[in-house]
């Protein structure tokens, strides 16, 4: 059978809302340690230059961080970054807040130099995409990966030296770059229990086509003999696979992916619920407010009216998180 596909990682970043921005470098030397308060968005820090040992809350062992590495901390755990083990930290936040040209400065020598950043999401990422990572993922220098890190930063460092037109909008897109490229890392790690959900069937050579399949035609209705023909199965095999590998059946998953898209086209609500329930693959605006009811707990109008004013009342759903200004 032959089928359109979809890269889901493409189409959950764009459904929550990806947006990266760059924040104060951090330059270091002599013996130091800082600690740093947990922050509500995703961080991510690059060692420029030197190395560093990082310990994150609740993660058993340090992570020892050479030239060339970068880390991503999805969760909002505290963590210190120190240039040897056993040194006491001190907080990091006062010598940010003085920073001067974008650089916050610790000891008079240049030993260690950082480059940071966060990613901030839309409200369904925690779910959709936050919960399916480990708290860190630590990219080696020597890399592909890093290498391409590497070459966004020094982009980066240029937009920002010379500001040319629309240099805000290239920066963002280029830290954009350096996450996928540091999921694409994770995800090919292979590494057993790195990844749940729907990430962890993205690399099953099984179970990857039928969703690949799924996230590109959402309106099909689809049967679990169809998606086994896309993935070359049979269809006990497709659905056990799944079920073990996804967390649920491939039907609910589509149920549930078809609901995300309603949603986020009801918290943009310039369309009618007919046309909703016809691009995400129900033939009526009852069928669709029966599924969503079922599996939000809210009519879409209900949920629309509360979206629209600034409230969505979902039982998976977290509050918005404030971000403040953010450091390596």
């Not at 310990?55 to 909002?76: H, K, Q, W, Y």
Request: one cysteine or more; proline letters at 7%.
């Amino acid at each position: 059978m032959s089928v359109q596909t979809m890269d889901p990682l493409e189409g959950i970043l764009t459904l929550v809302g990806t947006t990266g921005h760059m924040s104060t470098g951090l330059v270091a030397g002599g013996e130091w340690a800082l600690s740093f308060w947990p922050r509500a968005a995703v961080k991510f820090t690059a060692v420029r230059r030197g190395s560093c040992l990082l310990t994150v809350d609740g993660v058993p062992e340090p992570i020892e961080l050479a030239e060339g590495d970068c880390f991503l901390l999805n969760r909002p755990l505290a963590f210190t970054l120190a240039s040897a083990p056993g040194l006491r930290p001190i907080p990091a936040a006062p010598f940010f807040a003085a920073a001067t040209d974008g650089v916050a400065r610790v000891g008079t020598t240049e030993d260690a130099v950082f480059s940071g950043g966060r990613f901030d999401f839309g409200e369904r990422a925690q779910e959709l995409l936050l919960d399916a990572l480990p708290p860190v993922i630590h990219v080696p220098g020597g890399t592909p990966q890093a290498a391409t890190v590497r070459w966004a930063l020094e982009q980066i460092d240029v937009e920002l030296r010379d500001r040319p037109l629309a240099s805000t909008l290239v920066t963002q897109h280029l830290t954009l770059v350096m996450l996928i490229h540091l999921l694409r890392l994770h995800l090919t790690a292979g590494e057993p229990g790195m990844a749940s959900g729907w990430l962890a069937g993205l690399t099953d050579p099984v179970v990857a086509p039928a969703l690949r399949a799924m996230h590109a035609r959402p309106d099909h209705a689809w049967t679990v003999a169809q998606l086994a023909q896309v993935a070359a199965v049979s269809r006990s095999t497709l659905a056990a696979r799944f079920k073990r590998t996804v967390g649920q059946s491939p039907l609910d998953y589509l149920t549930g992916w078809r609901i995300e898209l309603a949603a986020e086209r009801l918290r943009r609500g310039d369309e009618t619920l007919s046309a909703i329930a016809d691009k995400v693959g129900y033939n009526s605006e009852s069928a669709l407010s029966n599924a969503f009811k079922r599996v939000t707990g809210a009519s879409p109008r209900d949920y629309r009216r509360r979206a629209s004013g600034g409230f969505v009342r979902r039982a998976a759903d977290r509050p918005a998180a404030h971000h403040s200004r953010s450091a390596p």
